[in-house]
T-cell receptor
Framework: AQSVTQPDIHITVSEGASLELRCNYS??????LFWYVQSPGQGLQLLLK??????LVQGIKGFEAEFKRSQSSFNLRKPSVHWSDAAEYFC?????????????FGRGTSLIVHP | DSGVTQTPKHLITATGQRVTLRCSPR?????VYWYQQSLDQGLQFLIQ???????AKGNILERFSAQQFPDLHSELNLSSLELGDSALYFC????????????FGPGTRLTVL
């Protein structure tokens, strides 16, 4: 079955430390890949997306993600975390086949930032 | 601000009741998507409309229905409400029928008592 896995429910980092949030997917072919962020009381905001081409993609707020086909992964990274990055992060995939283009979201990773 | 508006922000109601959630997409966006977010199920796609027509259906219960009006705003109707329907309901919009970036509204928090 097609699935998206974010293995870490919570991650705690100190402000200024580096961050990596994991995302793995299980699909027949490489899907479109996305990372969204949800701040408390807010809707989801797109951080970055991968459709094709360069496997390292840059997003907003200093985030980047690397697509690794061999590992079916699309991990999100940031070299230095700010307190304002504390939020819920969602990985999402959209299959290229079927024509529906409906995203499947991971369960999310809650990022806690210590001062 | 994503440009997508949702009303009301909060809704508290009783079991067995019916409610209507409203969404106005970004100006010019023709596609509207509805999602349900709960602690146990995560973010689940419910239904998509494109320019007034239903385009895709996800895990939407038969007690739930939606429509998109000629002015492109959309409504999600939830009836015979159960305690388990308590959740955040998000609307998102995008410009095209096929996939591109979705812009999410702030959500409606529904509490069923």
């Amino acid at each position: 079955a097609q699935s998206v896995t974010q293995p870490d429910i919570h991650i705690t980092v100190s402000e200024g430390a580096s961050l990596e949030l994991r995302c793995n997917y299980s699909y027949g072919a490489t899907p479109y890949l996305f990372w969204y962020v949800q701040s408390p009381g807010q809707g989801l905001q797109l951080l970055l997306k991968y459709f094709s081409g360069d496997t390292l993609v840059q997003g907003i707020k200093g985030f980047e993600a690397e697509f690794k086909r061999s590992q079916s992964s699309f991990n999100l990274r940031k070299p230095s975390v700010h307190w304002s990055d504390a939020a819920e992060y969602f990985c999402a995939v959209v299959p290229l086949s079927g024509g529906s283009y409906i995203p499947t979201f991971g369960r999310g990773t809650s990022l806690i930032v210590h001062p | 601000d994503s440009g997508v508006t949702q009303t009301p922000k909060h809704l508290i109601t009783a079991t067995g009741q019916r409610v209507t959630l409203r969404c106005s997409p970004r100006s010019g966006d023709l596609s509207v998507y509805w999602y349900q977010q709960s602690l146990d199920q995560g973010l689940q796609f419910l239904i998509q409309y494109y320019n007034g027509e239903e385009r895709a259906k996800g895990n939407i219960l038969e007690r739930f229905s939606a429509q998109q009006f000629p002015d492109l705003h959309s409504e999600l109707n939830l009836s015979s409400l159960e305690l388990g329907d308590s959740a955040l309901y998000f609307c998102a919009s995008s410009a095209l029928q096929g996939y591109n970036e979705q812009f999410f509204g702030p959500g409606t928090r529904l509490t069923v008592l």
